[in-house]
């Protein structure tokens, strides 16, 4: 199926902005990564301007070694995704919320039974980001001492998510008849017990909560490694993505949608969706003082510790001589390994130094930043759909809410200008928003499934 000429747009949420240094910034609340009300004011921008989602990061753990860098970076006092988003779900009506969480360590039946509880609270509009733990120090908040080999952690996650789909559709969607005239309150001919058994999980069912509104949430993956890809083939709705480079991004788009096609996948019901970083200025000069500014409240300490990090903690770049230029290649990591790739690269390609490549690193973290007007940015943006190396964006704006308010009041107003994003929502659902199909339940019969559609969607409201 063709996908129509409108993007789609998400917000990555993180508390003070996506620029290591953004904290710092004085139109930046201090206090904002534990302040609900600060988030649901983002939501809120980004419903007003009909994104389709909001998009929440996460990692069960303080990602980073050294106290130097701990010190000095925002990003280790947010709320738990799934709690906070349920939350969200009361103060916003329209904006999908995307939750992630990992499936190294949780278990599928908590897991599956939060995201349906989720989608219930939102009336649809729940969405789970797919990850495999892989920061360093998770592995030892739950008991192991190193995280599983990265092949192992895919091989885990493609049993897990295959059971909480099969949690997800143990009720039919009208199995719950609630009759207080005869006291049957769920009929058990629509009841199905899921008894699964793998090489890693094991789960018998059923699930205690009816099938969501969605059937199950619209499903969320950002991995590019090998492994990852062919998991986002295979599974994801939406993939989310580091692309910076215009001629990688066509390659990843082209490559990942060949995949999907081969496990019988419809391109439009693979959605990519790569992260953007927009620092916007009525002039080029505004936009290039913004960035300055920021970068000046960047502490080196921190530029090398995000670094270290997302180069997978295969380099020491504190014992580096930082003017020398970044090698061809580095050791393989067990963490990060498609974000190293994408920075790599990029290093690579650009002849960069270390210290030139810590300082990108800090700005952007690997995806695509635009310095410029409104005009320029809508022309990158525009420019990457129409190439085909996007179906939309997520959002990162390296401050709030300033960031996010420059890309509403004029970036948005420009890509409705050139039609290329909408004015309004179309849908009920996340699912409607996207434009990605309601999946049947696995175990009832399709007749059975297609007179319940056809009933809700008579008496579905408008």
């Known amino acids: 199926m063709q996908r129509n000429d409108e993007m789609k747009l998400g917000l990555y949420l993180v508390q003070a902005g996506y620029h290591a240094g953004a904290w710092r910034d004085p139109s930046v609340p201090a206090h904002c990564g534990v302040d609900i009300d600060f988030y649901a004011q983002m939501a809120a921008l980004a419903e007003g301007a009909a994104f389709h989602f909001v998009f929440r990061a996460d990692s069960p753990s303080v990602a980073d070694q050294d106290h130097t860098t701990i010190a000095r970076l925002s990003r280790n006092d947010g709320f738990e995704p799934i709690t906070q988003l349920s939350t969200l779900s009361a103060k916003t009506q329209r904006i999908g919320l995307v939750a992630t969480a990992t499936t190294t360590y949780h278990q599928p039946y908590h897991l599956a ?74 009929d058990t001919t629509k009841l199905h017990l899921l008894n699964y058994r793998g090489d890693y999980l094991s789960v018998r069912g059923p699930l205690n909560i009816a099938r969501s509104p969605q059937g199950y949430p619209a499903l969320i993956q950002a991995g590019a490694s090998d492994a990852g890809i062919r998991f986002a083939a295979e599974v ?131 995806h695509l930043m635009v310095v410029g007007t409104p005009d320029e940015i809508s022309d990158t943006m525009v420019t990457t759909f129409d190439e085909h190396a996007a179906d939309g964006f997520n959002v990162i704006p390296a401050t709030v809410p300033g960031g996010l308010d420059d890309f509403v009041e004029l970036v948005v107003p420009e890509l409705r200008r050139r039609g290329k994003f909408r004015s309004a929502y179309s849908g009920q659902t996340l699912r409607e928003n996207l434009g990605l199909k309601r999946p049947l339940n696995q175990f009832a019969s399709t007749d059975r499934q297609s007179s319940v559609v056809s009933s809700q969607a008579c008496t579905q409201p408008h």
Do not use: C
């Not at 927009?278 to 003082?289: D, F, N, W």
């Open 236 to 366: 994801a709705e939406v993939v989310f993505t580091a692309q910076p480079v215009l001629e990688d991004g066509k390659r990843y788009y082209a490559a990942l949608k060949e995949k999907a096609r081969a496990f019988g996948r419809e391109d439009d019901q693979v959605l990519i969706m790569p992260g953007i970083v927009p620092i916007v200025g009525r002039t080029k000069q505004e936009a290039a003082e913004k960035l300055e500014k920021l970068q000046s409240y960047t502490h080196i300490d921190v530029q090398i510790g995000v670094a270290d990090r997302l180069l997978g903690f295969v380099t020491d770049l504190r014992s580096m001589d930082l003017d020398s230029l970044v090698p061809e290649t580095l050791p393989q990591t067990n963490f990060t390994q498609s974000r190293q790739k994408v920075l790599l690269d990029l290093a690579v390609r650009q002849k960069f130094t270390w210290r030139q490549l810590v300082r990108s690193i800090s700005d952007s973290w690997g």
């Open 113 to 186: 039974r939060m995201f349906a509880s989720l989608d219930h609270l939102s009336r649809g509009r729940a969405a789970w980001n797919i990850v495999t733990s892989e920061q360093k120090f998770e592995a030892p908040n739950f008991g192991d001492e190193e995280l599983p080999d990265h092949d192992t952690r895919y091989a885990r996650a493609r049993e897990f998510v295959e059971i909480a789909k099969g949690l997800w559709d143990t009720w039919e969607d009208d199995a719950f008849v609630r009759d207080k005239q005869s006291g049957i309150y769920a």
